[in-house]
């Protein structure tokens, strides 16, 4: 029988160390068995892809401003001497808005009534011609020619008479025209000349948004003008309330683009309400086709492999991930919008994208959890 203690004393050593190596090899080789049969599983967040969008919206920030502004000019050129109006008063109909040097134009007046006299004088002389010529036609006194030239004449001193009377009531109204007036009720909105400045007929100098109905003027691109037409209903949200929101409706489209943004003006009409103001900032949102179907991810579930963009898609029968091939259609503030590549019922990764690979097995959360993490998400969308 084999004894320990019978081993030569050299020889022990040896063989300790052997024996050792042996139970370690053997520890070893049973712990890497149970690693081979431990399958890693990781748990991970999804989202379910739900019905393919058929709409989208746009949003488009604009100023509130009165349906109708007038510019106020003079109707004759000067010197501006005072400005009665200033930015955001109150006016009415015949209002004084501002008045430029009439001492010209009184001049004129004065000439006017000059000529005026002087051409009724003138009228009095041939109408008395012209009465004797009569006389003296009926007496044989006369020629005809005599009495048809006083009577020529005094149609001439009349028509004289006629174009000094018009002339004196144009400058009259000259001088009415050198002061500035309001032609309907509203509130000024802009000063675009002041005391002491020459302008010449027609020049603005007075912006009067009228009173009644207010609108938003917004700028659209040339890639989504198409979407608006007239009568298009809109939503109207404003800067200064959360709360304030309207229905708007498409009111006018411009029928060219500007020149220099390469934008075109939409005006949308809004309802009657106290709480908007001139000036105020709104918000536009408007419901259109979208052309194609969207699905919408987050953005934490876009990832890339060998160059193209990609989503981990669980296989709901074994439990693992797989990569699939997605076509981004648009970037959005909420996430991605994909236009082919899913399908609805798919899950895909949401979270820890980059730790995924072929056929790793997962944990799904359940259905109900998943629900509730859906609609979270829309709310907070």
């Known amino acids: 029988m084999f004894s320990f203690n019978s081993l030569n004393a050299n020889v022990r050593p040896i063989f300790s160390l052997a024996l050792v190596s042996l139970i370690g090899a053997g520890l070893a080789a049973c712990t890497e068995a149970k690693t081979e049969t431990v399958e890693a599983v990781r748990p991970v967040k999804v989202v379910e892809i739900a019905k393919a969008d058929t709409t989208r919206e746009l ?8 349906r109708t502004e007038m510019n106020l000019g003079f109707r004759v050129g000067g010197k501006i001497t005072e400005r009665v109006a200033n930015i955001g008063d109150r006016v009415k109909p ?38 004797r010529a009569e006389q003296l036609y009926s007496r044989k006194f006369a020629s005809e020619a005599q009495r048809e030239q006083a009577a020529l004449a005094y149609k001439q001193a009349a028509s004289l008479r006629d174009a000094a009377l018009s002339s004196l009531r144009q400058a009259k109204n000259q001088v009415g ?11 000024v909105t802009s000063i675009n000349a002041d005391t002491g400045q020459v302008v010449g007929t027609g020049t603005p100098v007075v912006a009067v948004a009228v009173d009644g109905e207010k609108e938003v ?48 003006s939409v005006r949308v009409s809004l309802p009657d309400d106290a709480r908007v103001l001139l000036g105020m900032t709104a918000t536009i949102e408007a419901t259109v086709d979208s052309g ?42 909420d996430g991605v919008q994909v236009v082919d590549g899913l399908e609805p019922g798919d899950l895909v990764v949401s979270a820890g994208t980059q730790f995924m690979a072929e056929k790793l097995k997962v944990k799904v959360p359940p259905a109900e959890q998943r629900a509730a993490s859906n609609e979270t998400n829309h709310a907070v969308r």
């Open 292 to 333: 194609q179907n969207f699905v919408s991810i987050p953005l934490s579930a876009l990832a890339q492999q060998d160059g193209k963009q990609i989503v981990w898609v669980v296989d709901q029968a074994d439990e693992t991930v797989k990569a699939r091939d997605i076509k981004v259609a648009n970037f959005v503030d």
């Open 59 to 66: 949003h488009y920030s604009g100023a509130v401003k009165a």
């Open 177 to 187: 025209y050198a002061e500035l007036r309001s032609d309907q009720s509203g509130i």
């Open 94 to 131: 015949g209002d004084l808005l501002a008045r430029i040097d009439p001492t010209d134009y009184q001049l004129a007046v004065a000439s006017a009534e000059a000529n005026l006299a002087a051409a009724e004088k003138q009228v009095e002389t041939a109408r008395l011609t012209d009465q």
């Open 217 to 264: 003027q917004i700028a659209v691109p040339e890639l989504e003008i198409g979407k608006f037409t007239t009568g298009k209903p809109v939503k109207v949200r404003f800067w200064s309330d959360d709360r304030l929101v309207m229905d708007g409706k498409v009111r006018e489209v411009a029928g060219s683009a500007d020149a220099q943004s390469r934008t075109f």
